[in-house]
């Protein structure tokens, strides 16, 4: 398990006309999770699945695509359930997540994630729910010293009653990651009225090492403490869903830096210009290749490689 993902599973129903939906798996880091585990790096998951319904499915899709499992716990609290209504450049959500399994994942005690672990990746709607985000909070906390903690905020703001509160919360997810994934739209709901520069300083001064902040089809932009910012442009693709685009790209940035030989966080730093370009291209092409397809349909490893060689 070099890559670990914490965080919720659900069951996305994407809109195919008025109160029409399709179910299909999901959930950020879920997304993540069977994303980085088809691009080929050993893959590991951390939550709490229900044993109704949806959960056995989840379970099965997971094992599927060769996901390791030992970190997943099982409960009879229902699934959590996304209802999305797809737009032009975004989508729009509405969460039944009150309650259910992975809300209330609180393993006593937290686990110990295997040595040959490289990365630790959270984020999205795990950390609105209690007690999962405690416990989230906690197992970063406790492996921030030996992994790679990578964040990726995917802030859903529908479902965030009080935003000063969850930002001033995030000072303490940010003080914890070493790397930082975020896409525009949550840059300006964490510090609304910034530029992408001034808000990649601030996180510099609480110990993120590394921002990469996504813009759908504009590309992706890395920033880095005392180094010039590098940009890279997705490829061109016809677009059938932008559903887990971000998740996808996620799990193509950790595995590309997998790729590059990045086991600690100093490395992140040592990386030159031209490898981070490789590895921002590697993300944006898979998450591309995702978009070709309707919901989270990440591409696999060859997939990916034979696009970037054609």
């Known amino acids: 398990m070099r890559i670990a993902v914490a965080g919720e599973a659900l069951i996305d129903f994407i809109n195919t006309g008025p109160l029409a939906f399709q179910g299909h798996f999901g959930g950020s880091p879920f997304n993540t999770a069977v994303a980085a585990a088809r691009l080929g790096a050993s893959t590991g998951y951390i939550t709490q699945l229900s044993t109704d319904l949806f959960g056995e499915p989840l379970k099965a899709y997971l094992d599927s695509n060769g996901v390791d499992t030992r970190f997943v716990q099982r409960s009879e609290a229902p699934s959590t359930l996304a209802f999305v209504e797809r737009g032009p450049t975004t989508n729009r959500y509405v969460f039944l997540a009150k309650h259910s399994a992975d809300a209330g994942y609180a393993p006593e005690p937290l686990p110990d994630l295997p040595p040959e672990t490289v990365f630790l990746q959270f984020g999205s709607v795990s950390l609105l729910n209690e007690p999962a985000a405690t416990t989230i909070t906690n197992l970063i906390a406790k492996h921030a010293d030996r992994l790679i903690v990578s964040f990726d905020p995917n802030v859903r703001p529908s479902l965030i009653p009080d935003m000063a509160a969850y930002r001033q919360r995030a000072q303490t997810w940010l003080r914890h990651s070493r790397l930082l994934k975020i896409s525009d739209e949550d840059v300006a709901l964490l510090m609304p009225g910034s530029s992408f520069e001034e808000c990649a300083q601030a996180w510099f001064a609480l110990g993120v090492q590394a921002v990469v902040v996504t813009q759908g089809g504009a590309g992706a932009s890395l920033f880095q403490p005392g180094r010039s910012r590098i940009d ?17 790209f996620t799990a193509g940035l950790l595995t590309a830096l997998l790729d590059q030989d990045v086991q600690h966080a100093g490395d992140l730093v040592r990386l030159g210009d031209e490898a981070w370009r490789q590895v921002l291209s590697f993300a944006a092409t898979a998450a591309a290749l995702n978009c070709t397809r309707v919901g989270c349909n990440p591409p696999q490893r060859a997939e990916v490689d034979a696009f970037l060689r054609s």
Do not use: N, S
């Open 232 to 248: 890279v442009r997705p490829p061109q693709v016809t677009v059938a869903d932008t559903v887990g685009a971000g998740d996808t």
